[in-house]
């Protein structure tokens, strides 16, 4: 006889944490949204490790009862590898900011996607690090001022998304805090696809951005055509750098092996039959005296 099926409505979800996060901060939309994704995929708790870097986003695996981890800054993506590493058979989920997984995690975030490690990572994009009180980060706007630029910020920014999808993401989408519909599709969806998925949440700062972060990106917002193909890597990126529009939606889904299948399978030819050497054939390689 199977186990009967549990099913679990969002709420299961939370801990008795009450987040620490300012009143109007977009991070409560995508928690929300997670709560709601996990619910419809009925996720066991007990299955499922949320881990984050350093940042007031990077403190939601807190807020959810699931095992999870608020870490060092920058590192939830080498910590998602650990984990899928040890344990293949868990559903990894990464969170974090702007700051922690653009500027100090740039370069996790570029070799999770090369890899196409199966994890979900969601990256709530306020274009400011929140938790230092509000200076320039790689996302921030050329010109906009912030308290680390006063003058306006000299650098250009970075869309995370055209990151994403030039280093070989197999699933990009970009999302809106404040609209939790969509969002828990979507994060549903990243949850559900085999390799690396990543979601750019616009989730803004009304502390260090001002309200005016929210009504801007809200007005710019558009989805994507309804026949829109995501499985055109050119397509996808036609939707990148966009500045007068903000197009929400999956904007790239493809299949490919993850890092896993890959060291599986040489995993296999190690054993059958493959002639695995010795050490002193290995050293031999590189001392040929020996
Ligand atoms: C190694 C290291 N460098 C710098 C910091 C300081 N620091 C903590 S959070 C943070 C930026 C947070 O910004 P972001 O990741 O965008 O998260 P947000 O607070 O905006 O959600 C920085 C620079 C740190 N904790 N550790
Ligand atoms: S400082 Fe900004 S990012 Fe941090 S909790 Fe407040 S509104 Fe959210
Ligand atoms: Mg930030």
């Known amino acids: 006889m199977s186990a009967p099926e549990v099913t679990y409505k969002p709420g299961d979800f939370k801990t008795d944490l009450k987040p620490v996060w300012c009143p109007g901060c977009g991070d409560f939309g995508v928690l929300n949204a997670l709560y709601r ?5 009925s996720l066991e708790p007990w299955n499922t490790v949320i881990l984050s870097g350093i940042g007031c986003s990077s403190r939601l695996p807190g807020y959810v009862a699931t095992y999870g981890f608020n870490s060092v800054h920058g590192r939830a993506l ?11 058979d868990l559903t990894v989920i990464a969170v974090g900011g ?10 996790h975030l570029m070799h999770s996607c ?4 199966d994890v979900t990572y969601i990256l709530m994009d306020n274009e400011i690090y929140g938790l ?4 320039t980060a790689p996302t921030t706007p050329t010109g906009d001022k912030t308290k680390s630029s006063y003058w306006g910020n000299p650098e250009p920014a970075v869309d995370p998304v055209e990151l994403a999808i030039s280093t070989g993401a197999t699933f990009v ?11 828990t599709a979507m994060i549903q969806r990243g949850i559900e696809h085999r390799g690396f998925s990543f979601i750019n949440v616009m989730s803004p700062c009304v502390t260090w951005r001002g309200d005016s972060q929210y009504q801007l990106l809200k007005a710019k917002l558009q989805e994507l055509p309804e026949d829109y193909d995501p499985t055109n890597r050119a397509s996808a990126v036609k939707y990148t750098r966009e500045t007068d529009v ?8 493809a299949g490919g092996p993850t890092i896993g299948d890959r060291v599986e399978h040489i995993r296999m030819m190690a ?9 002193r054939e290995i050293l031999e390689r590189f001392m040929p005296s020996m």
């Open 114 to 117: 090369r890899r196409n490690l």
């Open 271 to 279: 054993q059958e039959g493959g002639k695995v050497p010795t050490t």
């Open 78 to 88: 080498a910590l998602a590898t650990g984990v899928k590493v040890a344990r293949p």
């Open 132 to 135: 230092t009180k509000g200076q």
């Open 246 to 253: 903000l197009t929400t939606g999956v904007l790239y889904e």
């Open 173 to 183: 989408a970009r999302g809106f805090s404040g609209d939790l519909k969509n969002l």
């Open 98 to 107: 702007d700051g922690d997984g653009m500027a100090i995690g740039g370069n």
């Open 37 to 41: 994704a996990m619910a419809s995929l």
